[in-house]
């Protein structure tokens, strides 16, 4: 007999219906956009598989130029890091004379720290020991001999495992008592899509386009009091070199939002991915831990801080190996232990990776056999990324409707696209729209503004600067020809 959850089907047998379906499932989870994988890649994807199974486009291949994936786009490994993963995965090869020994004695540290000598172990939860004090002694460093203890350091399954343990550990409360996250506009869509899933309040601050993306204190102090109506902001998170806007924060800026952090006693989370890709003139990167400690103990003594780095960005690019770290300062005694709790949930991070970390913090150094070649493929990768950043400015602002900031740092331009009124009436997401009608034409992947979010009124897409030079100089041309084409086209 049928009940209420199940149905005859045709040839007389009774199925039940789904246990988990679109109604019965967890609804924050439908409220999940990652525009960076969205339904432009996923069209591309398709479009790839039609152009391999013979279907004639106008053009002969998909460029993917939606995702700072360095070495889908040809970038080539650093050879030292490499050669030490390769030993850590096949011990055998330390018997061979085809590796240098400082490569060796690197991996042999890593395999010594690893269970039964294998990076297919497990690790301790917070990640190897030793590497965590090789990232402790990198940080201090990076900020001029400021203290890090290897006990606040956490590696991390890339930095956005570490961003989303934050947030998990910061939202909590129900309706006007809910929290309450600040992120800024434009922004990485990881933000508000782990915000959207733990059902917290997505609080935006909206980052100045006429003063080359820089951030505003008067829109933070604007946007903070206007939340505070209707939820309890606790956490503010910048992302610097930013992501998609490609602005590098000045030291003065950085001091604001700290104050501003301290005064309205809000969490800082740094996502500080894109700190070795600095290339504007006059630009440096200044990490926050270093400027809380210079404006003392008023603020360091006080103010909370979670800090992200990851091995898939800066000269590295390794995104695959799924490599990272968080510092987090002045975190509550009994809240660390919660974290501590919460990452060995999760077991440890891929062994790899964490291996990949250390390389990174622990490069080789000035008379050891890797150290010319390492800082030649070093500079010459950054060199790279610092030319191209200046040749996508340069083209793109020669597009009459389409204007480009400096792109000072990380790994993208994000322009803004003037689009012809007709266009904009047709269209629900007329960004949206422009792209989809620009891979369909030209076989390029870009991702419209709106999946970062933008003001009102305004349109933009977000382009990576890592394809190889001649193909971003064919890519550009493309864009400079589909935008003409497009405008006459609505206008």
């Known amino acids: 007999k049928a009940t209420s959850t199940s149905k005859m089907t045709e040839n007389g047998v009774f199925s039940r219906d789904k246990v988990l379906t679109i109604d019965t499932m967890n609804p924050t989870v439908k409220n999940v956009e990652y525009a960076v994988r969205g339904p432009i890649v996923q069209r591309a994807m398709q479009i790839e598989k039609e152009l391999r199974e013979g279907v004639k486009k106008p053009f002969t291949e998909v460029i993917k130029a939606n995702i700072g994936d360095a070495h889908a786009m040809g970038q080539q490994p650093i050879t030292f890091f490499r050669q030490v993963l390769a030993l850590c995965s096949y011990p055998e090869l330390l018997n061979e004379n085809m590796f240098p020994e400082d490569a060796k004695n690197r991996a042999r540290r890593i395999l010594q720290a690893c269970g039964g000598g294998s990076v297919g172990a497990y690790s301790a939860s917070q990640g190897i020991d030793c590497v965590r004090q090789d990232v402790a002694r990198y940080i201090e460093r990076r900020d001029g001999g400021v203290p890090c203890d290897p006990d606040n350091v956490y590696l991390t399954t890339g930095a956005s495992d570490g961003i989303v343990t934050m947030l998990k550990l910061l939202v909590c409360g129900e309706g006007a008592s809910r929290t309450g996250v600040m992120i800024s506009i434009p922004q990485y869509p990881l933000y508000s899509a782990a915000l959207a899933e733990l059902g917290a309040v997505q609080i935006n601050y909206y980052l100045n386009e006429e003063k080359c993306w820089s951030m505003d204190l008067s829109e933070l102090e604007s946007s903070l009091a206007e939340a505070r109506k209707h939820c309890n902001p606790k956490a503010l998170c910048i992302i610097n070199p930013g992501n998609p806007t490609g602005q590098v924060q000045s030291r003065q800026c950085i001091e604001d939002v700290i104050r501003f952090a301290a005064k309205e006693r809000l969490f800082l989370m740094a996502d500080e991915v894109y700190q070795d890709n600095v290339y504007a003139e006059g630009c440096q990167f200044h990490s926050f831990k270093k400027v809380l400690f210079e404006l003392g103990p008023e603020y360091s003594d006080n103010v909370e ?42 077991l440890c991070p891929p062994v790899p990776g964490q291996a990949l970390m250390d390389l990174v913090v622990n490069s080789p150094q000035p008379g050891e056999p890797s150290h010319i070649t390492f800082m030649k493929e070093r500079t010459a990768t950054l060199s790279l990324l610092a030319e191209k950043a200046k040749l996508t400015e ?85 864009v400079k020809e589909f935008h003409q084409k497009f405008t006459q086209q609505y206008s």
């Open 305 to 346: 801080l979670a800090s992200f780095h990851s091995t898939s960005k800066c000269y590295m690019g390794e995104c695959g190996f799924r490599g990272g770290y968080m510092e987090v300062i002045n975190m509550d005694a009994e809240v660390q232990a919660q974290l501590s709790k919460l990452v060995s949930v999760r």
């Open 394 to 478: 340069q083209i793109l602002n020669t597009v009459p409707g389409i204007t480009c900031n400096p792109v000072q740092g990380a790994m993208y331009s994000f322009p803004n696209i003037s689009l012809p009124e007709k266009s904009i009436k047709e269209a629900k997401a007329p960004d949206m729209f422009y792209c989809m009608k620009l891979l369909e034409e030209t076989g390029i992947c870009l991702v419209p503004g709106s999946g970062f979010g933008q003001k009102d009124g305004t349109y933009h897409f977000r382009m990576t600067i890592l394809p190889p030079t001649d193909k971003l100089k064919i890519l550009l041309a493309k």
